[in-house]
């Protein structure tokens, strides 16, 4: 069984000498939904919301794409924070990920194989004969 200690890093984030502007930027990326999808990056954006320049926020993404705490598919902007980086970083939230993929799958029963019971009003669609233009 995965416990949340087995996902901690060999890097803790303290050891990476992260500025205030990166984790800001890694910040603002999770809580606009960076954690679960691929997010268009706009510098512009993350600039006036984290209360930086547009360059800093560029160096933090190429920063933060180098230490692999952000992934980047190509040449592109789309980001995603790395997952394995966030739970590591909240424990209790991947130890719910954890319990949540460990309860048992779902067992159809026999009446879940049978035909579904149509309505008249399908059965008689499924008799019209419709030109085709």
Do not use: K
């Not at 980001?79 to 939230?93: M, S, T």
């Amino acid at each position: 069984m995965t416990t949340p200690a087995d996902l901690s890093m060999p890097h803790p984030v303290y050891t990476l000498n992260l500025t205030a502007a990166q984790r800001s930027v890694l910040e603002w990326l999770t809580q606009n939904g960076g954690l679960f999808t691929t997010l268009e990056a706009d510098p512009e954006q993350i600039a006036e919301d984290c209360s930086t320049s547009v360059s800093t926020v560029h160096d933090a993404l190429t920063r933060l794409t180098t230490l692999r705490l952000l992934q980047r598919p190509g040449d592109t902007t789309l980001y995603r924070v790395n997952p394995r980086f966030f739970f590591a970083q909240n424990p209790e939230l991947a130890q719910l990920a954890i319990d949540a993929l460990q309860v048992p799958d779902v067992l159809p029963d026999a009446r879940a194989g049978r035909p579904r019971r149509t309505s008249p009003a399908d059965a008689q669609r499924r008799r019209q004969v419709r030109p085709v233009s």
